[in-house]
């Protein structure tokens, strides 16, 4: 490819195919753009508005610039917000310990049976979310599968004892839930990682550990990465499982949002708080891919 | 030739241009949301919450006063399908769906039927699992002005009278429905929102009590509660209320021994009831809709408020309803046509239809609820000759007159006590 340098000291007037050559990128953006836009953008400003607005539902809503809205979002409900980034750390947490030996397995050890094993990772998906997280409400009733065993066969829990209702069921629902989310991003990233680079580190004296502390995970990091931020922001965001798992104490923000918009009908303080979680997710996030290395992230 | 293509696309997207342009995309919209939202114009915005905030000020502005303008009649031509919404385990079914408790086509032979007799399809969907969740999904349709989807859609009395007042529903056609005229039992007839059964024909009618499962109690030797006060001694994780928060507060009132009606509910009422729950919150306390049924499945709950045919057509033998003493709530779900809907006359037959007696008791022999229904009773006992209806069951489709002494309704309360109950008992739920 050669490059057209414009002589010195003159401007070419400039060709209409270089018109369409600078405009390419974007008309190929657009569908996206305007999906995002139609999508995103646009609801988002509307919510910033409503959150701005003051009136009810029978009388409408006018804009007047009230921040009595984002007042009471902030002072009332600590304690959801609590529940909401805690019940999704640890289901990040958990999703990332889970699903990275699973992730590693299938990538290094796998073999030929890696589509099977991807399948199978991927096949709970084909039931609605609704569905599987009902069944957890089987599998840790209170003569469930777990708790029979734990309390019948093995006397370890008194008979009273439940699971249904407590934050443990929460994370383990939302843990379940993610979990998908965490292991495909981390496989992707394993797989991309060249063996010789492990070989390489283990012909300079590394033990199986180091090799695996200096080379494997440092180059896993992006999927680390985009695992997290699969698995973290749509669980605080998250109120089926705290719906179905939990109890009153258990409530996370996604519940509060739902019910102010729903059943009290209060729509500035839904959309205020929807904000104040869009803009808190996104300050954690350029947190924590500071914290990683935003070099290390683009692979 | 892929020189001059490299060429072309050899421009990068340079980071300045891009955030500049969707910057001034963006202030460019605000502006306009802004000054479109000032001067409450509709438009049709991608998010619930946009639309309907937008438009709810031109709706506010067109709530009608309640006088009966004259309709013209719908033309008498059967259209299809028949798209109608409904509670689960609402109709009755046979074989596999009935094993399943889930409708599939062709399991219901009151709708097999009414497809026979007018030959037309029926798209029948248990698509209402609560009332203010169903609201939210037809609620932007109707705000617009755009026809919802649905034909005929089943709600409690409270939200009917809602979207009456919204103005959101389709007048009825009297002279479309003479069985629902001649036949509709006369305890339900006259409800303040709706006296003259304009938009609203009763589906069925029910009672909210106590369940418990006798299994699970005897085996914690505890004693079974036959009043609203026993579940305040059951152990509280053991217990679910209600999600439905006028049949949660309406019980709990009468526990009070306090008025559990319209007219005479204070928000003073309401916070004592409030303040006798939280305690029990605090202990493992649960809210559930439709799920008591899996909870007592699977012995997660031992005692609960549950609506009265739940537990009867789909419950085990161990689970039973009883009457409380200091009284029980009762509540009808209503047949209502959503304005726009395509199959008006279609929906109009099928009302009439389900008021035909013999229809009705075929359904309330397998739902369990109270017929709005003249003269099933009779049928009813003819259909079960060979295996009556169990003794302990029969007041939860014929409810007797003590029973119906005891009875109240929370039917339309003013905005404020309804905002007071609906502010209370999200505090309790802890969202």
């Known amino acids: ?299 | 030739m892929s020189d001059r293509v490299a060429r072309m696309t050899d421009v990068l997207i340079s980071r300045r241009h891009f955030i500049q342009g969707t910057a001034a995309a963006g202030v460019t919209v605000f502006l306009a949301a802004c000054s479109g939202g000032a001067s409450a114009t509709n438009t049709p915005g991608p998010s619930a919450a946009a639309s309907a905030a937008a438009a709810s000020a031109a709706a506010a502005s067109a709530v009608p006063s309640p006088s009966p303008s004259p309709e013209p009649a719908t033309p008498k031509v059967v259209t299809g399908p028949l798209k109608w919404a409904n509670w689960p385990a609402y109709i009755d079914l046979t074989g596999q769906a009935a094993a399943n408790q889930k409708y599939a086509a062709g399991s219901s032979p009151t709708i097999v039927d009414f497809e026979k007799q007018y030959n037309v399809q029926v798209d029948y969907e248990e698509k209402i699992e609560e009332n203010n969740s169903f609201f939210a999904t037809i609620q932007p349709q109707l705000v617009t002005g755009l026809p919802t989807g649905w034909d005929l859609i089943v709600m409690t009395d409270w939200m009917a009278g809602r979207l009456i007042g919204l103005n959101w529903l389709e007048k009825i056609d009297q002279g479309n429905v003479p069985n629902c005229v001649a036949n509709l039992r006369d305890p339900l007839k006259g409800y303040p929102w709706d006296p003259n059964n304009d938009y609203h024909y009763p589906w069925q009618s029910g009672m909210t009590g106590i369940g418990y499962d006798s299994t699970s109690l005897k085996n914690a030797k505890l004693p079974v509660p036959t009043k609203i006060a026993d579940l305040w001694t059951l152990p509280s994780d053991k217990v679910t209320f209600l999600t439905e928060a006028r049949d949660t507060f309406g019980l709990g009132l009468l526990k009070l021994g306090l008025p559990a009606d319209s007219t005479q509910t204070t928000a003073d009422n309401l916070q004592a009831v409030h303040d006798d729950i939280a305690p029990l919150v605090a202990k493992g306390l649960r809210f559930v809709g439709n799920e008591y049924l899996q909870d007592f499945a699977s012995k997660k709950t031992w005692a609960a408020f549950v609506w009265s045919g739940d537990l009867a057509n789909s419950g085990s033998p161990d689970q039973h309803f009883v009457f409380p003493e200091e009284g029980n709530m009762v509540w009808s779900d209503n047949m209502l046509i959503p304005k726009g809907a395509t199959n008006k006359y279609t929906a109009e037959l099928m009302m009439n239809w389900v008021y035909d007696p013999k229809i009705a008791a075929q359904i309330a022999n397998y739902v369990y609820y109270v017929s709005p229904v003249k003269g099933v009773e009779a049928i009813v006992g003819q259909l079960n000759a060979s295996s009556p209806i169990p003794a302990e069951k029969l007041p939860l489709l014929f409810p007797t007159a003590d029973i119906v002494a005891k009875q109240h309704n929370f039917e339309s309360l003013s905005s404020d006590v309804e905002k007071s109950l609906n502010s209370l008992y999200t505090d309790l739920s802890g969202a």
């Open chain 1, 1 to 299: 490819m050669t490059a057209v340098a414009p002589a010195a000291g003159r401007r070419p007037p400039i060709h209409w195919r270089r018109w369409i050559g600078v405009s390419i990128p974007y008309l190929l953006l657009a569908p996206g753009l305007i999906w995002l836009f139609v999508f995103f953008i646009y609801p988002s400003i509307e919510m910033l508005r409503i959150s701005l607005s003051s009136g009810s539902l029978d009388t409408g809503y006018s804009l007047t610039f009230s921040t009595d809205a984002y007042v009471t979002a902030l002072q009332k409900f600590p304690h959801q917000f609590g529940n909401s980034i805690l019940y999704s750390a640890l289901a990040t947490t958990f999703t990332f310990l889970i699903g990275f030996p699973v992730a590693y397995t299938v990538a290094f050890k796998g073999g030929r049976y890696k589509n099977l094993l991807l399948f199978l990772v991927i096949a709970p998906f084909f039931t609605s979310f609704l569905i599987r997280t009902i069944s957890w409400k089987v599998l840790l009733g209170d003569e469930g599968p777990l708790l029979s065993f734990l309390k019948h066969v093995v006397h370890v829990v008194p008979d009273g004892f439940s699971i249904l209702g407590s934050p443990v069921a929460v994370v383990a629902g939302l843990t379940y839930n993610f979990l998908p989310f965490m292991i495909l991003p981390l496989y992707v990233a394993l797989e991309k990682i060249d063996p010789r680079l492990i070989e390489a580190s283990q012909d300079l004296y590394a033990t199986n550990w180091g090799a695996f502390r200096r080379v494997t995970l440092p180059l896993a990091l992006p999927g680390v990465f985009a695992g997290s931020m699969l698995t973290f922001i749509p669980a605080m965001g998250d109120y089926v499982n705290a719906t179905l798992l939990g109890n009153p104490q258990t409530q996370m923000i996604g519940n509060v949002i739902q019910s102010r918009f729903l059943v009290l009908n209060d729509y500035p303080v839904a959309a205020a708080l929807s904000f104040i979680l869009m803009v808190g997710i996104l300050v954690l996030v350029v947190t924590y891919a500071r914290a990683l290395g935003t070099e290390q992230l683009t692979g």
